[in-house]
């Protein structure tokens, strides 16, 4: 039973070790994280959602224009 406590500590203890070591930019020799971006706030990124061909103005207004003939009558 002590064995299975004193294993226990000792996972522990390495975990909290390899936590520190990664906090503090990992060990000496090894490749330095790539540091993020900061992502714009929500109000200045663009919504992405899917826009339906009858919400796309450039959309209609080229049907419109297939739609009319060389003298300007809708057909």
Known sequence: MVFLVMM????????????AAGAQGGAPGSAPRPVRQPRPP???RR?????????DPEFIRELER?????DGSPA
């Open 8 to 19: 226990l500590i000792a996972v522990a203890v390495v975990v909290l070790v390899m936590r």
């Open 66 to 70: 297939r739609t009319r003939r060389d």
């Open 42 to 44: 929500r109000a200045q």
């Open 47 to 55: 919504p992405v959602r899917p826009m339906a061909p009858d919400d």
